[in-house]
């Protein structure tokens, strides 16, 4: 099955609300945001512009594994950077290919240097899903003489 659509489609679905931190932001504070909010990552902003990612990972491997304290130390020591990114018009299906191979699970969507929004691995998941279920949809519909002709 083709996969189609562009990540301008899937934040158009789920919206464009990201949740930021700074890298002056304390790891135990962000751990904090992260889980009022249930979610596993945050964008790290210096000003405009995107600066990396925090993520659960980012806290298992560089504070817990390290004996780091979460309340001594700043998202700025430890975050993923550069951040890896896409673009509003990209596809999914490049997007999928982006989170493979750097074996990631959050993309901030830039444009330029604007940050529009953030798409999950999940968010590409309910996407592909929504998109099996219309095609099954049509076919089902097309085999019982319902589709338009």
Excluded at 76 to 95: T, W
Aim: hydrophobic fraction near 40%.
């Amino acid at each position: 099955m083709e996969i189609s659509g562009t990540i301008r489609q899937i934040l158009a679905t789920k919206g464009s609300e990201v949740s930021t931190t700074t890298p002056e932001t304390l790891v135990f504070d962000a751990l904090t945001q992260m889980g009022e909010k249930n979610i596993g990552a945050l964008v790290v902003m210096e000003g405009d512009t995107v600066a990396g990612i925090f993520s659960e990972r980012d806290y298992s491997r560089k504070v817990i594994l390290q004996g780091k304290s979460s309340r001594s130390t700043r998202v700025g020591e430890i975050l993923s950077r550069p951040a890896i990114s896409i673009a509003p018009d990209d596809s999914i299906e490049e997007c999928m290919k982006r989170m493979t191979l750097n074996r990631i699970r959050h993309l901030p969507v830039v444009d330029g240097e604007r940050l529009l929004g953030l798409v999950s691995m999940g968010d590409v998941v309910n996407w592909i899903m929504q998109a099996q279920r219309h095609a099954i949809q049509q076919l089902t519909e097309y085999i019982s003489g319902q589709y338009p002709a």
